[in-house]
């Protein structure tokens, strides 16, 4: 039940970011919500083997090339999902940075207070 919240809040997040920001286009809420889970699975199965391969150039940037390999997979899924689009490398990288900062906002609403 937690995963489909998850998602949910995912695709809410991904619908918000694409409407205030120029150079994204979604084209409603099922697309959204295919956007989060094609999101969630290329990130479970392709960011591991890139974060793998590109090791060295990752140690060299101190961790900011994950940024790139973040809007790598964003670019990937705009390939893949007909109604999500997104204009360019630097968008993706923007749009990948907002997602992040959304997403643990709604995530941390979800945590209960274990005390």
């Given at each position: 039940m937690n995963l489909i919240i998850k998602l949910l809040l995912n695709a809410v997040a991904v619908?918000?970011?694409a409407y205030f920001l120029k150079g994204v286009h979604?084209?409603?809420?099922?697309?959204?919500?295919?956007?989060a889970i094609v999101l969630s699975?290329?990130?479970?199965?392709v960011k591991p083997i890139l974060v793998i391969l590109t090791l060295p150039i990752t140690i060299i940037t101190?961790?900011?090339?994950?940024?790139?390999?973040?809007?790598?997979?964003?670019l990937l899924a705009d390939n893949l999902i007909d109604g999500f689009s997104?204009?360019?490398?630097?968008?993706a990288?923007?749009?990948?940075?907002?997602?992040?900062?959304?997403?643990?906002?709604?995530?941390?609403?979800?945590?209960?207070?274990?005390?």
């Open positions: 619908f918000v970011i979604v084209d409603g809420y099922v697309t959204a919500l295919i956007v699975v290329l990130n479970l199965l101190l961790g900011l090339f994950l940024l790139i390999i973040n809007a790598l997979i964003i997104v204009s360019s490398i630097w968008i990288v923007l749009f990948s940075i907002l997602l992040s900062f959304l997403q643990s906002i709604l995530h941390s609403l979800l945590k209960d207070d274990k005390k």
